[in-house]
């Protein structure tokens, strides 16, 4: 389902002169960066936002360019990328491309990207009367949409500007998103395309599978989008720029409520860490994005069996200072890294499929907290994006990653799983008691 971004830029003739501007929602950024990778081996590319967009890490482009800045006067003789703004917006956000940035990037660069459209980090959106912003110059248009969420009840958190949306594709609060609201996002005079200019293109992103290509198709077939230039299905792969998510099993609770190390006890055949480790590690063996394990432990034995897994090994010397300082302790070890998803220790039952899925949301939206429920009650584990270590490193006492989550409610995401059981964390003899009776046909584990 990749994209071959080199043949893609040969079709459409992207090159000296080109101006082209990404709109819609859900994978704009990765193709705007990905087109750069390919072009900057020959061209000199200018990114820019006609909106906001984030702050590029550093090593992935050759300059960054302000109004005011002394290197503006300075010639662009060398191939590479190069960023324009108007501002930084607290430090975080690029905003902003003016008439004078545009006159520049045209006057000094041979092709400029542009993220021309903004959807809060959601992956639908309506458009305001002024949105998007595509500037005159444009010579080609993409559309970006994902697919994966036909057939996701519609909400605040699924869309931006819902009740434009709905205006745009008759659906209402509630309502599942069909191929027939995806048309009409699509076609619509208020839609995905009606400010475009140059030649248009649409990119049903963010397909990764068999299933999702043939949502796309459906989308295709029950359309009428004769005055779409092309039509592409799949993903953008950015090898440079590889996904790296770290896991970091929490293992030094203090088991007072068991009355003795509950991490080790013998829970149907196998120490109860043990056995989160084992599904740790068949998740870490089929993920490629999986590229480290951290195990935090105040306990030698744990530590020990970190090691036969090969894991690493992260020491707590201050277990009494509750779950927070293994979350610290285990972030700090984990850097750098995409993603940070944190497993408690006392979780026997825990299903890779949970770590999978995950990581499947994430590859979605790598700038989300994804989180599973289980028979609706949210659980762990919780998979954090990389960009809130810093509030991560900052926690204190024994609420762990809950904090960053209650400041952050707008970047949550939930993934339900009925099986009870796989959420299971044991505190006392109660919980493992309950867990034991649920393991049955419907709910039994992946071993």
Not at 189 to 210: E, R, T, W
Request: proline share 6%; charged share 20%.
């Amino acid at each position: 389902m990749k994209l071959n971004l080199d043949h893609l830029i040969n079709e459409l003739q992207i090159g000296k002169g080109s101006v082209v501007s990404v709109i819609g929602s859900g994978g704009k950024t990765t193709l705007v960066e990905g087109l750069a990778e390919v072009l900057k081996g020959k061209y000199r590319v200018c990114i820019a936002t006609s909106t906001k967009m984030g702050v590029p890490r550093s090593g992935t482009y050759s300059c960054m360019f302000f109004p005011g800045s002394p290197y503006l006067e300075e010639p662009v003789d060398q191939p590479g990328i190069y960023y324009a703004a108007d501002e930084i917006v607290e430090g975080k956000k690029l905003h902003g491309f003016s008439s004078p940035m545009v006159n520049w990037a045209l006057a000094h660069t041979d092709v400029i990207l542009i993220e021309a459209d903004g959807s809060k980090r959601l992956p639908l959106k309506g458009w305001a009367a002024y949105e998007p912003v595509v500037i005159p110059q444009t010579t080609l248009t993409i559309g970006v949409i994902p697919v994966w969420p036909v057939g996701q009840i519609l909400d605040e958190t699924l869309v931006h500007r819902f009740p434009l949306f709905t205006q745009i594709t008759g659906a209402r609060p509630g309502d599942r998103l069909t191929i027939a609201h995806m048309t009409r996002l699509i076609e619509s005079d208020d839609g995905l395309f009606a400010k475009a200019k140059g030649q248009k293109v649409l990119f049903f992103s963010q397909v990764y599978d068999n299933a999702a290509a043939e949502t796309a198709r459906a989308i295709v077939k029950a359309g009428n989008f004769n005055h779409i230039k092309k039509i592409m299905i799949g993903c953008v792969d950015m090898p440079s720029r590889a996904v790296s998510i770290a896991v970091i099993i929490m293992a030094s609770g203090f088991s007072s409520r068991m009355g003795t190390n509950k991490l080790l006890m013998d829970i149907e055949g196998r120490p109860m860490v043990s056995r989160v480790m084992d599904a740790v590690a068949q998740a870490a063996k089929s993920r490629r994005e999986i590229t480290r394990v951290i195990v935090v432990t105040a306990f030698e034995p744990v530590a020990e069996m970190a090691r036969t897994h090969g894991f690493q090994v992260v020491s707590n010397p201050e277990p009494e200072a509750g779950q927070s300082r293994s979350v610290v302790l285990g972030t700090a070890a984990a850097q750098p890294a995409d993603g940070l998803m944190y497993v408690p220790g006392d979780m026997p039952w825990l299903n890779p499929e949970v770590m999978n899925s995950l990581v499947d949301r994430f590859l979605r939206q790598p700038d989300r907290i994804i989180r599973p429920t289980y028979g609706g009650r949210p659980g762990a584990p919780v998979l954090f994006t990389g960009g809130l270590k810093d509030e991560l490193l900052k926690i204190t006492g024994d609420q762990g990653g809950r904090t960053v989550i209650y400041a952050h409610p707008d970047l949550m995401v939930s993934l339900p799983f009925e099986q009870a059981r796989w959420g299971m964390d044991v505190d006392s003899p109660l919980d493992l008691k309950e867990g034991v009776s649920l393991c049955t046909e419907k709910f039994k584990d992946w071993e």
